[in-house]
């Protein structure tokens, strides 16, 4: 008996620490997504009244238990408004249900207290100088206009560009950047990675242990190391060659020579070539053998086989491949940092300029725009959110990927069962 | 029913048929070249990488020599946040994998590999930015609260289970049961840490290799833990129902039959493990503090292998020193991984042939 | 020429039995012996498959039946480590030429397993998939030549209002019958179906031997079966084999009243199988 009991306490261990698996991960999407979101929602105005009198019309942007961080209004440069001050010191706070917000086009904030007319005379004033974004009185906002002004912030956050300091306004080109930098890279890797798996579906011998063995072997190889080949081979090798023979006019600045689109593509072509590889070839081998040999007897050849029958029938396998390497190419950062992503790129890689995609242009990616915002910015109070908010963003572009290609798999799962019964 | 001739000419009448047979033989012909040609890119690809790397550092003409020291400290670095990172991953993973594989409901079991596919999903930028922006100023002044609840949640699960455990039929689905148990856990040692004063154990920095390891760990979790349930499921089912036939528990049967069986496998899945935390570059970029220290203490930073290579190699001359030391991290870095990697591949094939050579006669 | 393409003989009247024998086999081997690696499938098979007649092919379970019929279309060159001794020869051609087209062959002997296996195509496009391997791009001669082998099946009927719709769909019966259409739609000389009517319902079975019957006259058919009484009702010539080798080969009727040849009658008797 006490064998028994002894095993049961141990499995409720063993189910403990599965419970604290599953609530990290719960936690940590619902900690990423919520600060994203917070980062974007209309937060209070309080009138704050320190202990000398004095007060301030802010709002409340941290708290860590022993000081506030408020952000008050800032009328000349972004940022000034921030000030710490500390609990002990708040003796009131209120919500004034006048209190408004005026966000300019470069991310400062105007906020002030007072009816219509005064909010019009703000307005006025301020945007004769700077380019008004959004007027709003954030206390006095309904569940309906909150969620609505939240919605509108999160459309410039994706539609429009961000400024200079890369600190406000929105990551288009970042988005820009990833999805043709995604797409350049699917175009080079679903033929190699189809090519590969037909291979190892079709072959047995050495070669095709070869083959696998490699296949393996890449899985295995850390995202930096293809990011000092596509660095040091394709960059300052291939590129630097392609210069000195195509592009000699305009060196020493370089055309190919640099880090650019089409080099990340290659290298993040290699680094998703297995995860294609792997899906693909799983999707061939639980196609029923004996379509294959009804095939054979009917007179086609193996390549006929191949192309007309099996790869048709495994059409949701190749598209789960495409699926996952563009969720891996969207979330890789490391290897792009070294070949051709930018923080803040002269010009987009696709514009409405022939031939509309220049691969040899340097690129903004989303993820990039996390790790920067976040740790390169001077000022982490505003960088911080910021990051948040493109996190959130890209876990929700990675979830959403991630789970169509667990669905694909789902109905390719039941499409074989209904072939083999 | 009567049999209708076949209206159109007769097929094999026609030169059409010879002519086809012969246009689609070497079609075929072609097209099994191409798919051989296309396989054999993936080849070059693979060994474009480490010939590239020796190629250029051989080929390197900086005066000055290989930068050892630093070297070094590059490699402890990434040892250590490696080590702390395997303490999280490995118990966790291994946990949630003999979890799934032998004790889990059916129906959980179809949401927990999603879950995990998910978390393996998610950027490690991600992660390296709540890492350091959100829970670094946390755990600075609460290492002890953390450590305390690393040892009490095991121990307290085990006396929890010990007390009030009965093998039950609902045991699948224990992990959401234990729930409220860790939560009240979690809460009540976070309470405790309030009514603190001050913080017992003060890090140095607050980017420090305990920070890395958590990020690190959770970012390696999904991969020890597919590799060893799949490692698991590789012990024919027949063994363990001889098992339960005997009188065992699930969790003996486990212990005395499956374990014993698939630990090869579960070691396969501790160096794949620690081979992607050495490979790590962002979580370590973000939470390390990048400066290269070395030493086995948990609560100062560090600068690892990939860290250095990122941070170094945009601004580095092609033809200088630094450039040409850098590639030696990245030889460095590669051999590490690849080596971990084929002998992960060796251990797990070895296994597969072990537990199937009488199924597969 | 080993490739050369034989016109088919247009489907006449059937000849009977007696006028049969006389005419020159369909398929015929010599000494055709079968290795899966160490392991020998069949040992010095000589056996004359007549012209538009149905052969039927009983023995034991594994004594080499369906590893035969994979051999006379060379589906065994699929299989890794078979070796293949022996001649094969279709009408005049050798089958195991070094350079026959192997795709050709298959066109020219086709085969029916036991489990129906239709593509997850629709039904027309089932039996246009041959067609469509020889070229035949043109929608009206696709669909005649669909039309064509489906009666020809006895599955016109049933789903002529249904050909778009996915061949999945179709009960077992129809399904087999699908893959008949789908063989004799590329016009092949042999038609070998092995077990064919195992996995069918008693009702479906009868049908399907009427279907036999009626396919006889134009193809020459090889059925492989472990049914006896199906073998002694269907067939016109059977072939009795054991552990690899060829023990009997005669008229039907002869060789179940009367078999030469004492393993046979051990056979037929049921003193073991």
Request: negative net charge.
């Given at each position: 008996m006490n064998g028994t009991r002894a095993a049961t306490a141990a499995t409720w261990m063993l189910g403990g620490l599965v419970g604290l698996c599953i609530a990290t991960m719960l936690g940590l999407l619902f900690f990423t997504l919520g600060s994203g979101l917070a980062s974007l929602r209309p937060g209070t105005l309080e009138r704050i009244t320190l202990a000398d009198g004095s007060s301030r019309l802010a709002?409340?942007?941290?708290?860590?238990?022993?000081a506030l961080l408020l952000r008050t209004s800032e009328t000349?440069?972004?940022?000034?408004?921030y000030e710490r001050v500390r609990r002990?010191?708040?003796v009131a706070r209120r919500a004034p249900v006048d209190a408004f917000m005026i966000g300019l086009g470069d991310g400062r904030r105007v906020l002030g207290i007072g009816d219509d007319a005064a909010l019009a005379a703000a307005v006025g004033s301020v945007g004769a100088l700077a380019r008004v974004v959004e007027v709003l009185r954030p206390n006095a906002l309904g569940a309906f206009e909150g969620a609505g002004i939240f919605l509108r912030r999160l459309a410039r956050f994706v539609a429009t560009p961000p400024d200079a300091s890369n600190l406000?306004?929105?990551?288009l080109p970042a988005l820009v950047g990833t999805v043709t930098l995604v797409l350049l890279m699917s175009v080079l890797v679903m033929p190699f990675g189809v090519a590969a798996a037909v291979y190892l579906h079709e072959r047995r011998g050495v070669g095709a242990r070869i083959v696998r063995t490699a296949i393996d072997t890449l899985a295995g190889v850390p995202a930096i190391v293809y990011g000092v080949l596509g660095l040091?081979?394709?960059?300052?090798?291939i590129g630097a060659g392609i210069d000195r023979w195509f592009y000699a006019d305009r060196l020493p600045v370089p055309t190919f020579g640099g880090g650019g689109l089409l080099w990340a593509a290659l290298t993040l072509a290699l680094l998703t070539l297995p995860v294609v590889v792997v899906s693909v070839e799983q999707g061939l081998a639980r196609i029923p053998s004996s379509l294959r040999d009804g095939s054979l007897a009917l007179g086609a050849t193996r390549e006929e086989t191949l192309w007309r029958l099996l790869l048709p029938a495994a059409r949701p396998a190749v598209l789960t491949g495409f699926v996952l390497a563009i969720a891996r190419a969207a979330g890789s950062v490391a290897p792009l940092m070294l070949v051709g992503m930018v923080?803040?790129?002269?010009?987009?890689?696709?514009?409405?300029?022939?031939?509309?995609?220049?691969?040899s242009r340097q690129f903004m990616h989303l993820g990039f725009a996390v790790y920067d915002a976040a740790l390169?910015?001077?000022?982490a109070i505003r960088g911080v959110p910021r990051a948040y908010a493109c996190a959130m963003l890209l876990v929700c572009v990675v979830i959403v990927l991630n789970l169509s290609a667990i669905l694909l798999r789902n109905r390719l799962r039941d499409r074989y069962r209904a072939l083999e019964s | 029913m009567p049999v209708n001739p076949v209206?159109?000419?007769?097929?094999?009448?026609?030169?059409l048929l010879r002519a086809s047979a012969r246009r689609r033989y070497w079609r075929g012909r072609v097209q099994r070249v191409l798919v051989a040609a296309g396989a054999s890119f993936v080849l070059l690809g693979l060994f474009a990488i480490p010939v590239y790397l020796v190629a250029a550092v051989a080929a390197?003409?900086?005066?000055?020599?290989?930068?050892w020291a630093h070297l070094g400290l590059l490699f402890a670095g990434s040892l250590r946040a490696t080590a702390c990172a395997i303490a999280v991953a490995l118990p966790l993973g291994f946990a949630t994998a003999m979890f799934s594989a032998h004790f889990c409901a059916p129906r959980l079991r179809a949401w927990l590999k999603p879950a995990l596919e998910m978390l393996e999903a998610v950027p490690t930028v991600v992660l390296g930015l709540v890492a350091a922006t959100s829970f670094a100023p946390w755990l600075k002044s609460h290492v002890a609260t953390l450590l305390a609840l690393l040892v009490a949640l095991p121990a307290l699960l085990l006396a929890a289970g010990f007390a009030f455990g009965r093998p039950s039929?609902?045991?699948?689905w224990l992990p959401l049961s234990v729930l409220p148990l860790l939560c009240a856990i979690v809460a009540f040692g976070l309470w405790l840490s309030s009514r603190?004063?001050?913080?017992?154990i003060v890090p140095a920095?607050?980017?420090?290799a305990t920070l890395v390891g958590l990020a690190l760990g959770v970012a390696a979790l999904p991969l020890v833990f597919s590799v060893a349930e799949d490692a698991l499921f590789l012990v024919p089912r027949e063994q363990t129902q001889a098992a339960f036939a005997l009188g065992a528990t699930r969790w003996q049967a486990l212990t005395t039959v499956v374990l014993p069986a698939a630990g090869a496998g579960l070691f396969a899945a501790a160096l794949l493990g620690i081979a992607r935390c050495f490979g790590e570059t962002m979580i370590v970029l973000m939470?390390?503090?990048?400066?290269?220290i070395g030493g086995f203490d948990p609560l100062i930073g560090l600068r690892s292998l990939g860290a250095d290579i990122a941070l170094g190699?945009?601004?580095?001359?092609?033809?200088?020193a630094v450039w040409r030391d850098l590639l030696v991290a990245t030889l460095a870095l590669l051999a590490s991984t690849v080596l971990l990697s084929l002998a992960a591949g060796f251990v797990r094939a070895r296994l597969q042939r072990r537990l199937h050579a009488g199924a597969a006669a | 020429m080993s490739n050369s393409v034989t016109p088919a003989i247009d489907g006449g009247a059937s000849v009977s039995r007696e006028q049969a024998a006389g005419a020159a086999p369909a398929l015929r081997t010599r000494a055709l012996s079968l290795w899966y690696g160490a392991r020998r499938?069949?040992?010095?098979v000589d056996l004359d498959v007549p012209a538009r007649r149905i052969t039927a092919l009983i023995g034991p379970?594994?004594?080499g039946k369906s590893s035969l019929l994979r051999c006379l279309n060379r589906l065994?060159?699929?299989?890794?480590?078979t070796r293949v001794e022996g001649e094969v020869r279709l009408g005049e051609a050798d089958?195991?030429?070094?350079?026959?087209f192997v795709h050709e062959l298959r066109r020219r002997v086709g085969i029916v397993f036991q489990r129906p296996n239709p593509f997850p195509l629709s039904v027309h496009d089932n039996v246009a998939y041959g067609l469509r391997l020889l070229g035949i791009r043109s929608r009206r001669e696709l669909d005649e030549r669909v039309e064509a082998a489906l009666k020809a099946a006895a599955l016109w009927d049933e789903v002529a209002s249904r050909?778009?719709?996915?061949?999945?769909?179709?009960?077992l019966g129809q399904q087999q019958r699908l893959v008949i259409a789908r063989a004799i739609a590329v016009e092949p000389e042999v038609l070998m179906l092995d077990e064919?009517?195992?996995?069918?319902?008693p009702a479906a079975t009868l049908r399907f031997e009427e279907l036999l019957h009626e396919l006889a006259g134009r193809y020459t058919l090889l059925l492989v079966t472990h049914n006896m009484q199906q073998a002694a009702r269907v067939s016109d010539f059977t072939a009795f084999m054991h552990a690899g080798r060829l023990i009997e080969f005669g008229d039907t009727d002869a060789l179940f009243t009367n078999p030469r040849e004492r393993q046979t009658e051990d056979f037929i008797t049921g003193r073991y199988g």
């Open positions: 709002e409340v942007v941290a708290d860590d238990g022993n000349r440069r972004l940022g000034e408004g002990g010191d708040v406000a306004g929105g990551v040091g081979l394709f960059v300052h090798g923080k803040l790129a002269p010009a987009s890689p696709l514009d409405g300029a022939f031939p509309y995609l220049h691969p390169a910015s001077p000022d | 209206t159109c000419d007769p097929l094999s009448s026609s030169d390197s003409r900086a005066s000055a020599g290989v930068d039929r609902h045991d699948g603190a004063q001050a913080p017992w920095s607050p980017w420090n939470a390390s503090g990048n400066t290269a190699m945009p601004d580095a001359a092609p033809a200088s | 499938a069949l040992d010095a379970s594994g004594c065994n060159d699929e299989i890794e480590g089958v195991y030429a070094p350079d026959a050909l778009d719709d996915g061949a999945l769909g179709l009960s064919p009517a195992s996995a069918l319902d």
